[in-house]
């Protein structure tokens, strides 16, 4: 396969950090836009972002959860609040200071002295406080349960060290909030969140995820569960695709949250939240991408097919341009995993092998070249984003079928590309967690031998706490490891616990992450 | 019709502004946030705004126009940069200076001393500047134009006083920006965006607009021109509902927008940037708002179709919904407006007749009560909230009809409800312009006597530009006048200018505005 001559300058196996900026890049995703640590998401890029906004937003809208919109600003009150009630609370944040800018009479302009605020205002870094505070207010009675809500919104948390979709100052996300009468209500959701998130990661990400719980020292600040997907990426690291918290009673008690029980007594809630954000495109990018760029499945894909008519400067383009436009419309026509088929018929001035360049950066699903011979043969000419090449012949794997064929299995072959991409990022994941190790040493000398594609390694473990957990935490950072999730519905543990010699109760994930 | 028992404590003939705030509790649309200036948009506020995006997003998608993201923060060389450039700049904006909070030591959070940015960052107020800097880097060569960028996103401007929807401290909105090439492909976005913005307020929200050419004094401060559409609320003033700006190579010169034209020459590109709001919200009440709370068009409508069924705590109560819960499904199927219909079955606990009025204050376009005798006789009551009363009896003008016909019948009959609210509504705006008025004496005598519901006037002007319109603007905010726009497609002038008496060029608009 050496012959191949790829899209990227830099191969996965070579540097995975330097060819996923390079993707980024190269998809024309997105870039840095001058600001600290804030991205500019492009046109390819956001229009990913609206496809998993539009699909999670079904999902979310179906549970019977309402979207709302909360101030962006949050006072300092409501965090002082938080910062007594709850440890490990980050302090990381952009604060609002003046509301006025005035000239420095040396031609610059300054924060107005005369326009600070009596009290700073701080950029939300996440809704739970503001939106308690109108939970307090909304909710009296046990029929006003449940109260679920749901917000879209960018948040800011200042970060000293960024990447692109996977940690920035400013992102994009969900939260979902939720208040019920009891625990076993509130429980209920925090699963059916989660359960809600596998599926979407899973069916229109193509990104295969374990759910399960993350272990004490994971938590959310001031949750007494925190449930998350976690994904596989090509590298072998695991990323946090989702998480999904049981607070109990702890925010309400701190955010006065009550309600009247059918006895006419005064109960805190129990509350849950549960959020999703941009960083999913940072790992659709580290799952699907190749050498040639990021291969988008078609469920996520803003277009699913991009029709490249072959240009000649001439007269005859115009029936080359009408002939695509027909082929376009009928496409549109179609059906592909529950929705009308997305085609662009791209018209834009340029080379069309520069163009298809371009869309195989970028990882449109199929890309349609028609020159004037396949219009004359009622041919197409098809690029199948996900197997790209010939590997015997080292030439793209481009097929000629008929316009008609091509037009009327158009459904099935979308969806076939969309099972294919999950079911080859599954393969990789399972052929790449490790089970059965028993001893410390051997998970140390796993990862030492395993540098560059270390997968995930499944031991059991006692669940130590406190202090004792401490110590199992700062045994895995020595290795740069962390524990990623107690998979939901694994086998029940049969064996003493790696850290601690004690009997196993459970299995653990332990992984290196983002 | 004074046996009418209106739904709400405030009627609009009483006090308009009381009234506005009474519909926005009552139809639950939002309400204050504690946060100065910022307001929180409740699920069904947020609702109709989600269905306005929508649709309007559709349309901008439909012109070719991409969506992006730009990050919230823009640096303060930015606005240094614009502040040279630009007359009438706006400085009250949100400032960040500092990037972490510490403890005070007295139980409190301060920003930390050491956390200060070096240079603050600006919330955005609008994104022309940031959205340059990157066009500046995009366009390279005619090529890459036209650039057509949208963003949808929250805007803060640091308001002194607010009112909810109109005028908040933080707003949402969608911002268009687009380069061209030359003038008459800015001008023709400027007129694509302005006629977009006409159609999906009037076909949409129901909302009639007169488009039309702001005068010079009310241009978007760097623009050569700037359109608006205006709507006539229920009080006669005037709501600017959209604006359409052509900015000329201004932008451009600012933050170096260049492309290389076909025979290789440095260009200046001619920029576009056009917006709506959040304000439409505010627009749509002051519009279809009654005495009984708020009327929403279908369109926008989150839902369309309510189904109260009566349920009495008995077992009996299981047919019932398993009957209306057919029902649902069987409205769900049928398309209204181009789209399947939006049913909600209301399953809270709580009285139906309490929660009836419920969604006649938020203005659900139809509610259908059923009961155990509607059930077995194969009926439902029917109430349409655009015609809610009976003005004879002062009774509700509930229809009873077979469920059949009604569920045959259903797409037919929300077109009608979503044409017979634009139908009033422009019939009332024409009602309310006078026309033919060619002495300002005669201006000033109309709005004197007919102070509660002072309509617009149309006269006839020689378009002063300078201190003599400057001249003009004082003279109209005497009276508390604007002008609104010159619209377009209006008659040619043909008398002298009520202002200067020289010859008139064209006709103006005059009103109060929010």
Known sequence: MSNIRHALNVKREEDFAKWYQEVISAADLAEESGVRGCMVIKPWGYGIWERIQRLMDDRIKQAGVQNTYF????PLANFEREAAHVEGFAKEMAVVTHHRLIADGKGGL????????????????????????AMSRWVQSWRDLPLMLNQWANVVRWEMRTRMFLRTSEFLWQEGHTAHATREDALEETHRALEMYRACVEEDLALPVIAGEKPENERFPGADETWSIEAMMQDGKALQAGTSHYLGTNFAQAANIQYQDREGTQQHCHTTSWGTSTRLVGGLVMTHGDDDGLRVPPRVAPHQVIILPILRDKPEDDALLAYCEDLRAGLAKHQALGEP???????????????????????????????????ENGKVAAIRRDTLWNTESGKLATEF?????????????????????????????????????????????????????????EVQWSKPTGSALEKVVEQLKAEKLTIRNVPRGSEPADGVCIFTGEKAVERILVARAY
Not at 71 to 74: C, G, K, R
Not at 342 to 369: C, F, H, Q, T, Y
């Open 341 to 375: 088929v997305r085609v662009l018929l791209d018209k834009m001035p340029g080379k069309a092998s520069a163009k298809r360049w371009d869309w195989v950066r970028k990882g449109a699903p199929i890309i349609l070249e028609v020159g004037p011979r396949d219009m």
């Open 71 to 74: 101030p962006i600003f949050i």
């Open 110 to 133: 300054i924060p107005d002295p005369e326009a600070k605020l009596e009290e700073p205002l701080v950029v939300r870094p996440t809704s739970e406080t503001i939106i308690g505070d």
């Open 401 to 457: 079928v008929s316009r008609d064929v091509f037009v009327s299995g158009i459904g099935q072959l979308l969806e076939d590309i969309q099972d294919s991409l999950f079911r080859e990022a599954s393969d990789r994941r399972d052929a790449n967690i490790t089970r059965g190790v028993t001893e410390w040493k051997d998970v140390v000398q796993f990862y030492k031998s395993n540098g560059k594609y270390p997968g995930w390694v």
